[in-house]
């Protein structure tokens, strides 16, 4: 076997990077990135609500909550954690008639794109009246300052 004018040539080793503190920062990350994350059931449905100079802020206790956007599409949601499902007034009107035989019925809470037909917001408003819901709020927003 011949040999280097120095020796032995050195043998080559392979690289090596250990990624087992790699790994463990990404975990850090998820974990920090999943408990700030603040989950809003209100994203996917844009509002555009009507502006009320005699709004004032209100925070409901686990309201039914009303939303009719400015497709004049439905969505009905019991709990703040829980998103919205879509639904029609024939639907609507079987779902409070449920509601209405519970012993406590809920505050109700409607929200309403600025621009939905009336008609529609007083079809929702007499399915309510209709089936004895009489705590009702309707959402509004303050106009911009300028």
């Known amino acids: 076997m011949k040999s280097a004018p120095f020796g032995s040539p050195p043998k080559r080793e392979l690289p090596f990077i250990n990624i087992t503190s790699l790994i463990d920062v990404m975990f850090l990350l998820l974990i920090f990135l999943l408990l700030t994350t603040t989950f809003n059931p209100k994203l996917g449905i844009t509002l555009n609500l009507p502006e009320a100079k005699s709004s004032e802020d209100k925070h409901i206790q686990s ?11 439905i969505f009905v949601s019991y709990k703040e954690s829980e998103a919205p499902s879509q639904t029609s007034l024939n639907e609507l009107e079987k779902m409070l008639s449920e509601l209405k035989n519970q012993s406590s019925s809920p505050k109700v809470v409607l929200e309403s794109d600025g621009n939905v037909p009336f008609k529609t917001a007083v079809a929702i408003l007499d399915i309510l009246k209709k089936n004895g819901f009489t705590s009702i709020t309707i959402a509004t927003r303050q106009p911009d300052q300028e």
Do not use: A, G
């Open 63 to 73: 309201p039914l909550r009303i939303i009719v956007d400015s497709k004049e599409k």
